[in-house]
Structures are given as structure tokens and as C-alpha cells.
């Protein structure tokens, strides 16, 4: 491992490399800083402009856009109670009651210090744990391997989605998808409908972009939401001094759940941060000032979601099992620049692989330094007309996709795409299930299909190991699990938190005081 | 019309088309159908499951109205117009030319006034396209009409 690290030094901090990582920390936070506009989504849009690159430099600035969008949720979230991103959900209990009483920017710097260490504590953790796992995945046969893929999806199709039946048909939708084109093992053609452009299946990248970055420019322009430079709290500013050293507890803790919370296929940052601002005000002697605009309230919910980042790549890069919509387009990422998820990333293509990791760590502290920075500019990004934007997400990604094959038929099966992702967001049908089923699908059918001809098609042969027993003793679990919690929760009448993580207006009007 | 409405509109008339889509997989050869056949004949399954409990919950009286704040609609049909458009032409025109014209019009369409802005942010966007595409990526795009009007050839 340290060898490879060593390896990889040089790469990562050649100037391409940096300056790729830095200009996607700024991206990544102004990205965020925009409301209705995602880490998933930018990484969308710009994975098509990184396909002539060197692969480090494209992934660097791929980490950067992820750490930095992360924080830049941050922004919104303080300053007019509007969550940039889904993660940003939390911050909004403490942080905005903070600019209320003129402590926005005291707000905003415990939001970026909390994100960067949490960004880096989760990037150490990417480092540490995969390898090991990856090699624990090298002893996995076909057999372990379908099991694998089977529980990733059923993992992001149950937690994912309040009502598990959506979440399941999304990701039939994907197996569909994954499906198209000319069959590997047999030659035969499906689902092509013979479509010439069909033969080779549905590119990935045209998927990704389709229903990450169409949707939210179609919102964008419908909602309008404009913002208006009064609604940025109290204009009066009052100072009252960080304790740092008071928030120590608080990163230890959130980053601990940040990184376990990413590690769990099906959850996220959202997830992490109210587990972590639930947790901090549970131990808290005066719980009283949680909501009211604690400054613990603020590192909690920032670091625990930064912390979320690194580790939901833990079960992507070494198992290839993405475990969220944001891990799944990285993955996307990785595999244009020919970098197959597995085990293999951590021999083959170790330099690049560790300067991935690595680039997880640097741009953390990239973003300390760009957010004090680009204070001003990324606040008032936030006013930039969405009216105006979108149509410029529309044709950033047209040319993005158009760029990768030459083809106007990705470009018109993207919009057809965008179209059903907007459609799916609107009945409530998550996205994250499709997409990692259009990547997991396949896996699990060559795998299925190699494991029946060395088991000579003899159904025991699928439960002939101990983790094949495990996995799907998983499986089952997590299908069950959400079913008792819902019972649970009809019979106590409160809902848990992981329900209020998915709903946003649940969770206000739970957990925030009255006005 | 309420939300459950919807959703039990969308899940038969998506049963329906599933269905047709799992007839489709049982043409295939035999070890080419097993995983088509299984995924379409659950995801119809599902599809009608989703129908049945939408249209169960229309029984009981509910607040789930769709509500549609004026002008959505139209913004949302406007982009996806002009969308539609820009793609069309784009290879005929070039897409930093198509993006000139693309991005003012959109946004005056959608309800942005400030026409300094709208051209400046066009020309800028469609050279900073043209820099990163034609220039640094060197990609072959279709060849831009600005450019041949400007230049003459």
C-alpha cells in the first residue's frame, strides 16, 4: 500500500492534477451553493469534459466537486434556511437561527472547518479500509459476487425511498436498461428494437447525465426560485467568539458516524448529518439550545455529511457495489478513464487509484482554504437568475454528451432520459435504484450465469458458501428491516430519524423549535 | 386532480407498456430471456401492485391535490421547447453558434429581462464552449457558422 502511495505522490501533485482539484472545490462549492443543484448532478454535467484527460486529473476534480458541494450546501442552508443539497438538511436547524441573530458568518466558517475535517477524517478512512476489504473481495467467486450485487440493490432500493415499492421499481427500470443492447454471452440482441445505435447498449455517461443533470435545469426554470438578497437574515452582526476547542467532541462524533453512515449502502449524507445533530443534542447538557443556534448544531450536521463523503466509496471502489447516487456517478467516472471497480483498481491501476484517495484528503483541505477565500463570491452566487442557468445546464450537458461518441442520438436519448428522471422525481420514484442497476444488472447476470455452469445449474450451488449465506441472510434483513420500522413507527406515531433524513419538511417540523 | 390520480394513471398505463415488454423478452432465445423475462414480469408486478394501492387510497378523502403554481407549466414546457430546438439545429449551425442564440432566447422565454445580461452571458458561455471543446479538448465538432460569417470562408 505504501508503495503505491508513494507511487501515486508525484501524480497527484503535478500542476494539471492540482489545478484540477482546486478548480473542482471552487465548482463544487458554488455548485452547492445553488439551490436544487447537487454533487451528483455537477459530476454529471462535467464527467463528459474530463473524458480527454488524464484519469487523476479528471478524478481529482471529480473529489473536489464532491467535497466542495457538499460544504457549499452549507451556504443556502445558513443563510436562507434553503438547503443546497439534500445534506444540507440539518444544518438548517442550528445554522440559520445563527445569521437570524447576525452570526451568519460565524455559522458559515463552523461549516466549512466541519466539513474539512470531516472531509478528511472520512478520506483516511477510504485510505485505511480498502484495501483490506479489496482483498477480502478477491477471495469472492461468482457466486459471492451476484449475492453482492443483488444486496447492493436491494439495499438502495428498500432505504432509499420512503415507499420500498417505488424504490424497487427503479430499479427494474435499471435492470431494463442494463439489459439493452447485444447480449455478451450470447450474441442475441435485446431490447434494441433494431435501433442500430442500440447494438451496443445504453452508454452510462448519457444515462448519468440524462437523470442527474436534466431534472434539476428543468426545475430550476419551472420553480424560478428567486432568491432575494433581504432574506439573508438579521443584517446586524453580533460576534460571539468560536469556541474550537468545545467543538472537538462534536467532530470526534460526527465524523465517526459520517464514516460508518457512508459506508452502508442506501444511506447518505442527509442520513448522517441528522443521526450526527441528533446525537450531539442528545448528549448535550442543555439541549434547550439545539435549533436556537447552537454552534455545535452547525459542526455536527457540516462534518458528519463531509465525513459521509470518502467512505460511501468505500463499497464502490472495492467491492464496485456504488452505495449512492453520488458514489455510482464516480463510478461512471472510473470507468470512462478504463478503470474497472473492484479488487483490480487496488493492483493494476493502484497509482492512479490511491491518487484518487488521496486527492479525497487534499481537496478537504482545499476547500478550508478556497471556502475563507471565496466567502463573498460563493454567497452571492446564490442569487444568480435560475432563469438563466438553466438553460446553460441544458447546453453544457448537450455538448458534453454529444462530445463523447459524436452522436445526436445519445443526445436525444439524454433528453429522453432527463424527461423520465423529472417525471420519476415528481411520482416520488428515486433515481439512485436505476442507475445502480443499469451498473449492477450486468454483474450480476454474468455472475449468475457463470455460477450455474460451474454448479452445473443446480440452484444449491447459489447458497454453497458461508458469505453467500451471509449476503443474502443481508438481503433479507434489509428488505425487513424498513418494513418493521414502518410498523414501528405507525404504532408509536413518531417518525424515526432516517425517515425525517428523507423528508425534509418532516424533519423541520419535528425537530425545530417554533418560531 | 390529485396525486394519487396520477399515480394510478402512470403505474396501469407503465403495467401496460411492461407488459408488452415482457411479450417482447419471451421472443428471445432461452438463455438470453431468463433475466428480461424475471425483471419485466416483476416490474409489471409491481407497476400493478403501485396502481392498485394509488387507486385504494382515492377511497379515502385526502389533501394530496396537485397544485401548480402559475406559470410552472409553461417554463417547464418553454425549456423543453427550446431544448428540443437547440438539438435539432445544433449540428447545422454549430453548437457554440446554436448556444448564442440558445441561451438568450431560453432565458427571455422563461421570464428573464435583463437583456444586458442575457447577451453577455450568452457570448461569454458560447466562447468559453467553443475554448474548451474546439480548442483545448480538440474534439470534432460540427463546424460553427459564427465563426464562418466572422472570418468569410
Same mark, same amino acid.
Given at each position: 500500500?505504501?508503495?503505491?502511495?508513494?507511487?501515486?505522490?508525484?501524480?497527484?501533485?503535478?500542476?494539471?492534477?492540482?489545478?484540477?482539484?482546486?478548480?473542482?472545490?471552487?465548482?463544487?462549492?458554488?455548485?452547492?451553493?445553488?439551490?436544487?443543484?447537487?454533487?451528483?448532478?455537477?459530476?454529471?454535467?462535467?464527467?463528459?469534459?474530463?473524458?480527454?484527460?488524464?484519469?487523476?486529473?479528471?478524478?481529482?476534480?471529480?473529489?473536489?466537486?464532491?467535497?466542495?458541494?457538499?460544504?457549499?450546501?452549507?451556504?443556502?442552508?445558513?443563510?436562507?434556511?434553503?438547503?443546497?443539497?439534500?445534506?444540507?438538511?440539518?444544518?438548517?436547524?442550528?445554522?440559520?437561527?445563527?445569521?437570524?441573530?447576525?452570526?451568519?458568518?460565524?455559522?458559515?466558517?463552523?461549516?466549512?472547518?466541519?466539513?474539512?475535517?470531516?472531509?478528511?477524517?472520512?478520506?483516511?478512512?477510504?485510505?485505511?479500509?480498502?484495501?483490506?476489504?479489496?482483498?477480502?473481495?478477491?477471495?469472492?467467486?461468482?457466486?459471492?459476487?451476484?449475492?453482492?450485487?443483488?444486496?447492493?440493490?436491494?439495499?438502495?432500493?428498500v432505504l432509499l425511498s420512503d415507499a420500498p415499492i417505488k424504490g424497487l421499481i427503479s430499479a427494474c427500470i435499471g435492470l431494463v436498461i442494463g439489459m439493452v443492447g447485444i447480449d455478451s454471452m450470447t450474441g442475441n440482441e435485446r431490447f434494441t428494437f433494431d435501433v442500430m445505435e442500440l447494438m451496443g447498449g445504453i452508454d452510462i455517461l448519457v444515462l448519468l447525465t440524462g437523470l442527474y443533470a436534466i431534472p434539476p435545469a428543468l426545475t430550476l426554470a419551472q420553480e424560478a426560485l428567486l432568491l432575494s438578497r433581504s432574506s439573508g437574515g438579521s443584517g446586524k452582526r453580533t460576534h460571539s467568539g468560536i469556541g474550537w476547542r468545545r467543538l472537538l467532541p462534536t467532530w470526534v462524533r460526527a465524523s465517526t458516524i459520517g464514516v460508518i453512515v457512508g459506508i452502508i449502502p442506501g444511506t447518505g449524507g442527509n442520513i448522517a448529518a441528522m443521526l450526527s445533530w441528533n446525537e450531539t443534542r442528545r448528549v448535550a447538557k442543555d439541549k434547550s439550545r439545539f435549533g436556537k443556534g447552537a454552534p455545535e448544531g452547525v459542526a455536527a450536521a457540516e462534518c458528519a455529511n463531509n465525513a459521509d463523503n470518502a467512505a460511501s466509496l468505500i463499497p464502490a471502489l472495492t467491492l464496485g457495489i456504488p452505495g449512492s447516487s453520488v458514489s455510482a456517478v464516480i463510478l461512471g467516472g472510473l470507468l470512462v478513464h478504463g478503470m474497472l471497480p473492484g479488487p483490480e483498481l487496488f493492483t493494476r491501476s493502484a497509482p492512479?487509484?490511491?491518487?484518487?484517495?488521496?486527492?479525497?484528503?487534499?481537496?478537504?483541505?482545499?476547500?478550508?482554504?478556497?471556502?475563507?477565500?471565496?466567502?463573498?463570491?460563493?454567497?452571492?452566487?446564490?442569487?444568480?437568475?435560475?432563469?438563466?442557468?438553466?438553460?446553460?445546464?441544458?447546453?453544457?450537458?448537450?455538448?458534453?454528451?454529444?462530445?463523447?461518441?459524436?452522436?445526436?442520438?445519445?443526445?436525444?436519448?439524454?433528453?429522453?432520459?432527463?424527461?423520465?428522471?423529472?417525471?420519476?422525481?415528481?411520482?416520488?420514484?428515486?433515481?439512485?435504484?436505476?442507475?445502480?442497476?443499469?451498473?449492477?444488472?450486468?454483474?450480476?447476470?454474468?455472475?449468475?450465469?457463470?455460477?450455474?455452469?460451474?454448479?452445473?445449474?443446480?440452484?444449491?450451488?447459489?447458497?454453497?458458501?458461508?458469505?453467500?449465506?451471509?449476503?443474502?441472510?443481508?438481503?433479507?434483513?434489509?428488505?425487513?428491516?424498513?418494513?418493521?420500522?414502518?410498523?414501528?413507527?405507525?404504532?408509536?406515531?413518531?417518525?424515526?430519524?432516517?425517515?425525517?433524513?428523507?423528508?425534509?419538511?418532516?424533519?423541520?417540523?419535528?425537530?425545530?423549535?417554533?418560531? | 386532480?390529485?396525486?394519487?390520480?396520477?399515480?394510478? =394513471?402512470?403505474?396501469?398505463?407503465?403495467?401496460?407498456? =411492461?407488459?408488452?415488454?415482457?411479450?417482447?423478452?419471451?421472443?428471445?432465445?432461452?438463455?438470453?430471456?431468463?433475466?428480461?423475462?424475471?425483471?419485466?414480469?416483476?416490474?409489471?408486478?409491481?407497476?400493478?401492485?403501485?396502481?392498485?394501492?394509488?387507486?385504494?387510497?382515492?377511497?379515502?378523502?385526502?389533501?394530496?391535490?396537485?397544485?401548480?403554481?402559475?406559470?410552472?407549466?409553461?417554463?417547464?414546457?418553454?425549456?423543453?421547447?427550446?431544448?428540443?430546438?437547440?438539438?435539432?439545429?445544433?449540428?447545422?449551425?454549430?453548437?457554440?453558434?446554436?448556444?448564442?442564440?440558445?441561451?438568450?432566447?431560453?432565458?427571455?422565454?422563461?421570464?428573464?429581462?435583463?437583456?444586458?445580461?442575457?447577451?453577455?452571458?450568452?457570448?461569454?458561455? =458560447?466562447?468559453?464552449?467553443?475554448?474548451?471543446?474546439?480548442?483545448?479538448?480538440?474534439?470534432?465538432?460540427?463546424?460553427?457558422?459564427?465563426?464562418?460569417?466572422?472570418?468569410?470562408?
Open positions: 500500500m505504501w508503495d503505491s502511495i508513494l507511487a501515486a505522490l508525484p501524480l497527484l501533485f503535478s500542476p494539471a492534477v492540482l489545478l484540477a482539484m482546486a478548480g473542482g472545490t471552487t465548482i463544487g462549492v458554488l455548485i452547492g451553493a445553488l439551490p436544487g443543484l447537487s454533487a451528483t448532478m455537477g459530476i454529471a454535467v462535467l464527467i463528459p469534459l474530463t473524458f480527454t484527460m488524464q484519469p487523476l486529473v479528471a478524478l481529482g476534480m471529480m473529489a473536489g466537486i464532491y467535497n466542495g458541494a457538499m460544504y457549499g450546501g452549507a451556504i443556502p442552508a445558513i443563510l436562507l434556511r434553503i438547503p443546497g443539497t439534500p445534506a444540507g438538511i440539518a444544518t438548517v436547524f442550528d445554522g440559520h437561527p445563527m445569521a437570524q441573530k447576525g452570526q451568519g458568518l460565524e455559522a458559515m466558517k463552523i461549516a466549512l472547518v466541519s466539513s474539512a475535517v470531516g472531509g478528511s477524517i472520512s478520506a483516511l478512512a477510504l485510505l485505511f479500509l480498502s484495501p483490506p476489504l479489496a482483498a477480502m473481495a478477491l477471495k469472492f467467486g461468482p457466486v459471492e459476487i451476484f449475492w453482492l450485487a443483488i444486496f447492493g440493490l436491494a439495499a438502495i432500493a492512479v487509484t490511491y491518487g484518487f484517495i488521496l486527492a479525497m484528503l487534499v481537496t478537504s483541505i482545499m476547500l478550508f482554504v478556497i471556502g475563507r477565500l471565496g466567502a463573498r463570491l460563493f454567497i452571492n452566487v446564490m442569487y444568480m437568475p435560475p432563469l438563466l442557468l438553466a438553460p446553460i445546464i441544458i447546453a453544457l450537458t448537450t455538448i458534453g454528451v454529444y462530445a463523447i461518441n459524436n452522436s445526436l442520438f445519445d443526445v436525444w436519448l439524454m433528453l429522453a432520459f432527463g424527461v423520465m428522471g423529472w417525471g420519476m422525481e415528481r411520482l416520488g420514484i428515486p433515481l439512485a435504484p436505476a442507475v445502480l442497476a443499469v451498473i449492477l444488472g450486468p454483474v450480476a447476470e454474468s455472475s449468475l450465469r457463470r455460477a450455474m455452469l460451474i454448479g452445473h445449474h443446480q440452484v444449491g450451488f447459489l447458497f454453497s458458501s458461508t458469505i453467500a449465506i451471509v449476503m443474502v441472510t443481508l438481503i433479507v434483513l434489509t428488505i425487513l428491516v424498513p418494513l418493521v420500522r414502518r410498523l414501528l413507527t405507525h404504532y408509536r406515531g413518531r417518525p424515526s430519524t432516517l425517515a425525517m433524513a428523507a423528508d425534509p419538511q418532516r424533519a423541520r417540523r419535528h425537530m425545530e423549535p417554533e418560531p | 386532480m390529485r396525486q394519487a390520480t396520477l399515480e394510478t =394513471s402512470v403505474a396501469l398505463a407503465a403495467a401496460v407498456l =411492461s407488459g408488452c415488454g415482457l411479450w417482447h423478452a419471451l421472443s428471445f432465445t432461452r438463455d438470453s430471456a431468463y433475466l428480461p423475462t424475471a425483471v419485466m414480469s416483476l416490474l409489471t408486478l409491481l407497476l400493478l401492485v403501485w396502481g392498485i394501492r394509488s387507486a385504494w387510497s382515492l377511497r379515502q378523502a385526502g389533501s394530496d391535490t396537485l397544485r401548480f403554481a402559475p406559470g410552472h407549466a409553461r417554463r417547464f414546457l418553454t425549456l423543453l421547447a427550446t431544448s428540443v430546438a437547440m438539438i435539432a439545429i445544433a449540428p447545422r449551425l454549430g453548437f457554440a453558434t446554436t448556444f448564442l442564440l440558445f441561451v438568450p432566447v431560453s432565458g427571455w422565454l422563461l421570464g428573464y429581462r435583463q437583456g444586458k445580461w442575457l447577451v453577455t452571458t450568452a457570448i461569454l458561455f =458560447s466562447l468559453l464552449i467553443y475554448l474548451i471543446f474546439q480548442i483545448v479538448l480538440d474534439r470534432p465538432l460540427p463546424p460553427e457558422l459564427a465563426l464562418r460569417l466572422v472570418t468569410g470562408s
